[in-house]
């Protein structure tokens, strides 16, 4: 800080610094707020940002972990409606497994008594053609008997 004043000895000239000569401007100019009330301010808003970010940074990790839980809560429940619509599948395959196998003996059931009843209509023919055999033999034994 350069000064004012005697540069011999001390003739009793007061020195003056810039630093003093500022701080007489700002105390003796009328309408012109200090430097320290503005910095004054701004630290109190400083302050007040630091308390807001912080109070957001809480809320946001309260967030992320509620929304962290929420996932995991949710994830799991998804797994285990996945498994139990799996299990649930597995059973209606094994019934309609069960079924298509009930189907293919009722097929065969069916197929068995097509032949069954195909075997008796050929067994209905042979008895009807044993019916005519012997109702001809015996027309040719009256033949016979009466000639």
């Known amino acids: 800080m350069s000064g004012v004043g005697d540069s011999g000895g001390g003739g009793g000239v007061k020195v003056v610094t810039h630093l003093d000569a500022a701080v007489s401007c700002y105390l003796s100019s009328p309408g012109v707020t200090p430097l320290e009330v503005y910095l004054t301010k701004v ?23 509620r929304a962290g839980r929420a996932t995991l809560e949710c994830s799991t429940a998804l797994l285990q409606g996945t498994v139990f619509l799996e299990e649930r599948l597995r059973e209606a395959m094994a019934l309609a497994n069960g079924v298509v196998e009930g189907m293919t003996g009722i097929a065969a059931a069916v197929k068995g008594m097509e032949d069954l009843l195909s075997e008796a209509r050929k067994v209905a023919q042979d008895v009807s053609l044993v019916e005519d055999a012997i109702k001809a033999a015996e027309a040719a034994r009256g033949r016979d008997a009466n000639s």
Do not use: K, M, R
Request: no cysteine.
């Open 43 to 65: 630290e109190d808003a400083a302050i007040s940002l630091t308390q807001e970010f912080g109070s957001l940074v809480f809320s946001y990790e309260e967030h992320a972990s």
